[in-house]
């Protein structure tokens, strides 16, 4: 049987700053920043998957209402926490008529093995 590879993505180099932020209790029934920020990451690892060469140069749609409605979060409550990732320079985000436009920077893949070969 031959090995399986796993795709494992990594953020780089992330400030303590990041991870107390995220660490902030909420509300009960509201996505955590934590959760937020896994949602992020993955939707920019489905770009990674699709076409790794540029998946980490490419940026997603996110709509500010679509989001504030799954993470039970008001619309200011979202844009200040895309504001703050921005300034700590966890994503880049470009705005336009339709929401943001939004960039999870430091993202890396690496296979893993997660089996032994038992041939």
């Known amino acids: 049987m031959k ?3 796993e795709k494992d993505y990594r953020l780089n180099d992330l400030p303590m700053s990041l991870l107390k932020y995220l660490l902030k209790p909420n509300n009960e029934g509201k996505a955590s920043r934590l959760e937020a920020l896994n949602y992020l990451v ?3 690892k489905l770009l990674l998957d699709i076409h790794f060469e540029g998946g980490s140069k490419t940026s997603f749609r996110l709509s500010v209402l679509r989001i504030s409605k799954q993470w039970n979060w008001n619309r ?3 844009k200040s926490f895309l504001l703050d990732l921005q300034s700590m320079g966890i994503i880049e985000l470009e705005r336009n008529q339709y929401g943001f436009y939004v960039r ?3 993202i890396t893949q690496k ?3 997660i ?3 038992t041939t």
């Open 3 to 5: 090995n399986k590879k």
């Open 42 to 44: 993955m939707k920019q």
């Open 76 to 78: 200011r409550t979202v």
């Open 104 to 106: 999870v920077l430091n």
């Open 111 to 113: 296979e893993e093995n």
């Open 115 to 117: 089996g032994e070969n």
